[in-house]
């Protein structure tokens, strides 16, 4: 009998490069695909419920409240539930309450076992709402007037149960320029958006809570914030429920609908996203550990190895001209997102900085998680529970 025939396996920087090339595919695809809500005609606009949950948010929720209650779409109701504030977010809603009669404030109830503080809030707020379609947003955006127009009248157009957007990024401390923008590239380059369109994987779903516009009837079915009330990744959780029971989820580029400052500041960005990335990752240890030393190992090690180069020396088996063209291609991925997304492009030049935050931002996220030590606005996070 002959010898069997040996395919030889790529070596250690080959592997690196073809990674990057499937990540650059998916990023240029997304680029070219993922579309902006425009206005469409509509015999008969369905109604829409704005939901608003707000925990100690008195800095924003008046630039927020007044963009929604000056929208020009003609059925629109605004809620928004105060969620145990102690910061005088109720005196800025009571003020705004007198100037905007039609602003519906609820006071939320007590939370009870087994909720997560927002959800729950979500919660209450789509049981009190009597729109057709949901948008839930958070207190920290700011809408433009044609925002709730434009997303209701493409979601009912387009056919969708769930229409999710990405906004404009307003990031104005350096510390905000660091974590915030990294979210865009992990979007664009690991979730291929046109292939989780056609194949409907819930695998694939992707969401934004920051704009997460349903057909109510679709939000009811897949059990709402309830079915969902444990997972800190609320968005992402339901999207993935919604594509499982074969409603159609589809995320825009919201950047003309409305704008977002997340978090102020390098502590608030890092404090939030510590209560987020561990949960991004099932809780699983294994697989945060596996994603970042890997992630790491892809972005990092060409560099190391062309700094080491142009010093002078050399790390054997590692080579110059693999690893200049690994770094080529990771450098790529980061100025496509930020480019489709309008960030400055030289933000993306600082992609090992960042890189190597979030690594240490997963552990320490990780780390919060198990030992009872995340905590964000007050509530302390640990594991599904909070």
Avoid at 117 to 135: E, F, I, M, P, Y
Avoid at 142 to 166: E, K, M, P, Q, W
Wanted: proline residues 6%; charged residues 20%.
């Amino acid at each position: 009998m002959g010898e069997a025939m040996s395919i030889p396996l790529p070596d250690h920087q080959t592997s690196l490069i073809i990674f990057l090339a499937v990540l650059l595919a998916i990023a240029v695809s997304n680029a070219v695909t993922v579309r902006r809500p425009r206005r469409r005609s509509l015999d008969s606009p369905p109604r829409v419920s704005v939901l608003v949950p707000a925990r100690n948010e008195a800095d924003c929720i008046e630039a927020c409240l007044t963009s929604l209650l000056d929208q020009d779409y003609p059925d629109c109701e605004v809620l928004v539930l105060d969620d145990e504030s102690s910061d005088g977010t109720g005196e800025v809603l009571a003020r705004l309450a007198r100037a905007w009669p039609r602003l519906r404030i609820l006071a939320g109830a007590p939370r009870p076992g087994g909720w997560l503080g927002k959800h729950w809030a979500c919660h209450q707020l789509a049981r009190a709402a009597d729109g057709d379609l949901l948008l839930f947003t958070d207190a920290d955006t700011v809408h433009a007037r044609a925002s709730v127009g434009d997303a209701a009248t493409t979601l009912r157009a387009d056919g969708i149960a769930l229409l999710t957007a990405i906004p404009e990024q307003d990031v104005r401390t350096f510390g905000e320029k660091l974590l915030v923008p990294p979210l865009l590239w992990a979007v664009m380059s690991f979730f291929p958006l046109p292939l989780a369109s056609k194949l409907r994987l819930p695998a694939l779903a992707v969401a934004n809570g920051q704009f997460l516009l349903f057909e109510r009837s679709a939000y009811e079915r897949i059990g709402g914030h309830e079915a969902v009330r444990t997972d800190v990744v609320d968005d992402v959780a339901l999207a993935k429920r919604a594509v499982a029971a074969g409603f159609p989820v589809r995320l825009h580029d919201g950047r003309r609908l409305f704008r977002c400052r997340m978090y102020r500041g390098f502590r608030e960005a890092w404090a939030g996203f510590t209560k987020n990335l561990f949960a991004i990752f099932g809780y699983s240890v294994p697989l945060t550990v596996f994603v970042w030393v890997w992630v790491t190992l892809v972005f990092i090690e060409p560099l190391v190895v062309l700094a080491v180069w142009t010093g002078g020396g050399n790390i054997v088996p590692l080579r110059p001209q693999p690893a200049a063209v690994a770094a080529a291609l990771g450098l790529a991925l980061w100025l496509i997102a930020y480019a489709r997304f309008g960030l400055p492009l030289w933000l993306a030049l600082l992609y090992p900085v960042k890189v190597v935050l979030y690594a240490a931002l997963a552990f320490r996220s990780m780390w919060g998680h198990l030992t009872g030590t995340a905590e964000w606005k007050g509530r302390v996070f640990r594991g599904r529970r909070a």
